[in-house]
């Protein structure tokens, strides 16, 4: 499910008049089949480029999709703050299980893998005393 800023990150970045063909046709908006669009009403700039930038991502690979999404600024730093928090969470997850290890002396510092090695090392033991 995307939420509004995922939707506008899917939008292509800005062209300039050369390539979204305004040019050549003095503003107005051209039919499904190509027709000059004599007759019609000029549209507004954004909604025609709006329809061109969909069709100029239809045809690109979803891998190419996903880098020019990615290669936004607003994209990069909602990523960089998602990441801060995950790892924050991570970090809270050690702290909390460094708490419940038996250490000499209490307050050592240890290194995540040392955490981890001790928490295996610990129940075992755990199981072992349950067993006997």
């Known amino acids: 499910m995307l939420n509004s800023d995922q939707a506008e990150l899917d939008l292509p970045p800005p062209r300039s008049e050369s390539e979204s063909g305004f040019g050549d046709r003095g503003g107005l908006s051209g039919g499904p089949d190509g027709a000059s669009g004599v007759g019609l009403c000029p549209q507004p700039r954004g909604a ?3 329809e ?3 069709k100029e991502l239809q045809h690109l690979s979803r891998e190419e999709r996903r880098r020019r999404r990615r290669a936004t600024a607003k994209y990069r730093t909602a990523h960089a703050t998602r990441e801060r928090i995950r790892v924050e969470a991570f970090n809270m997850a050690f ?8 250490t000499l002396p209490p307050d050592k510092k240890l290194s995540k893998i040392e955490i981890l090695r001790l928490a295996i090392c610990y129940i075992s033991y755990l199981n072992h005393v349950l067993d006997v």
């Open 52 to 54: 061109t930038g969909k």
């Open 95 to 102: 702290a909390e299980l460094r708490k419940l290890l038996p």
């Open 48 to 50: 025609e480029q709006g």
